[in-house]
């Protein structure tokens, strides 16, 4: 694959770079190292760019590599604060904070970063909708799918880039349903969590809804700030109201119906609901 046209590394995270490798033994770090471990960075980088769709590069080529999204946004301040550092890309290291800050954006702020690698908005609409997906779990979803996606037929290499990425996208699923105020244009963001599960509980993304509640599931079980009850009792009392309102022929009922289904049988969301049932 050719390599994404990120700007080389600066001094400064050359010499840091240096400094680290010769910490020990007073040994600079070889060139071939160093082109080594900037492929390695560079692969990363295009990974966790493809997984959320986000970039550092205001003004990319006009024409996109297969390494590249066709559509990103821009995080000019993330951009900022790696610069500081000597970075021109993204690592593991300032993955979660990148993809925190893109949460952070409203649906105004993410239309109007939008770059294009080497395409035209108008020929690929739905990547438009998927990069500037404002609200916070849904975009959290998709990015969980096309992790998903990844992995499938990958090497060893890949599948360790996605254990990264599932654990920040997980990570930042537990934050938004337990500081949901922190993002804008959100509404009622434990909402979200029933109505993404209304919408794909059934078809192609099925599997993938289930594992990621899951895992939202048994990250928040095993979190030392908070607890199951305290984060997952508004999504049931949103449940509730939804089966107040909701017509008996509705299609929906079903949905709701199956969402209470899929709690009952999750190990660590079942206490939650009995907890909540309780007279």
């Given at each position: 694959?050719?390599?994404?046209?990120?700007?080389?590394?600066?001094?400064?995270?050359?010499?840091?770079?240096?400094?680290?490798?010769?910490?020990?033994?007073?040994?600079?770090?070889?060139?071939?190292?160093?082109?080594?471990?900037?492929?390695?960075?560079?692969?990363?980088?295009?990974?966790?760019?493809?997984?959320?769709?986000?970039?550092?590069?205001?003004?990319?080529?006009?024409?996109?590599?297969?390494?590249?999204?066709?559509?990103?946004?821009?995080?000019?301040?993330?951009?900022?604060?790696?610069?500081?550092?000597?970075?021109?890309?993204?690592?593991?290291?300032?993955?979660?904070?990148?993809?925190?800050?893109?949460?952070?954006?409203?649906?105004?702020?993410?239309?109007?970063?939008?770059?294009?690698?080497?395409?035209?908005?108008?020929?690929?609409?739905?990547?438009?909708?998927?990069?500037?997906?404002?609200?916070?779990?849904?975009?959290?979803?998709?990015?969980?799918?096309?992790?998903?996606?990844?992995?499938?037929?990958?090497?060893?290499?890949?599948?360790?880039?996605?254990?990264?990425?599932?654990?920040?996208?997980?990570?930042n699923s537990v934050t938004c349903l337990i500081s949901g105020?922190?993002?804008?244009?959100?509404g009622i963001v434990h909402a979200q969590l029933v109505e993404?599960?209304?919408?794909?509980?059934?078809?192609?993304?099925?599997?993938?809804?289930?594992?990621?509640?899951?895992?939202?599931?048994?990250?928040?079980?095993?979190?030392?700030?908070?607890?199951?009850?305290?984060?997952?009792?508004?999504?049931?009392?949103?449940?509730?109201?939804?089966?107040?309102?909701?017509?008996?022929?509705?299609?929906?009922?079903?949905?709701?119906?199956?969402?209470?289904?899929?709690?009952?049988?999750?190990?660590?969301?079942?206490?939650?609901?009995?907890?909540?049932?309780?007279?």
């Amino acid at each position: 694959n050719p390599i994404p046209s990120v700007p080389p590394p600066n001094d400064v995270w050359l010499d840091n770079l240096s400094m680290e490798g010769g910490s020990s033994t007073n040994v600079p770090i070889s060139e071939s190292e160093i082109s080594r471990i900037v492929q390695e960075q560079l692969e990363v980088n295009a990974f966790i760019q493809n997984v959320f769709l986000i970039t550092i590069e205001e003004n990319p080529n006009e024409t996109a590599t297969d390494d590249h999204p066709i559509i990103s946004v821009y995080l000019k301040e993330m951009t900022d604060q790696l610069l500081i550092d000597g970075l021109t890309w993204f690592d593991w290291n300032t993955v979660h904070q990148a993809v925190f800050s893109r949460l952070l954006l409203s649906h105004t702020d993410l239309t109007e970063n939008l770059v294009y690698f080497g395409s035209s908005p108008q020929s690929h609409t739905s990547l438009v909708q998927e990069a500037t997906e404002h609200r916070v779990l849904w975009f959290l979803f998709d990015s969980y799918k096309r992790c998903m996606e990844a992995k499938r037929g990958a090497d060893s290499r890949i599948l360790e880039y996605s254990a990264q990425a599932e654990r920040c996208i997980i990570n930042n699923s537990v934050t938004c349903l337990i500081s949901g105020d922190l993002y804008s244009d959100q509404g009622i963001v434990h909402a979200q969590l029933v109505e993404l599960f209304v919408a794909n509980h059934i078809g192609a993304s099925s599997g993938a809804l289930s594992r990621f509640i899951e895992e939202i599931g048994s990250a928040v079980w095993d979190h030392e700030d908070t607890t199951p009850d305290e984060v997952f009792y508004p999504v049931l009392e949103y449940l509730n109201n939804r089966f107040k309102s909701i017509h008996i022929y509705d299609t929906q009922l079903f949905a709701l119906v199956d969402f209470v289904t899929f709690f009952a049988r999750q190990p660590h969301l079942m206490g939650v609901l009995m907890s909540f049932n309780k007279p």
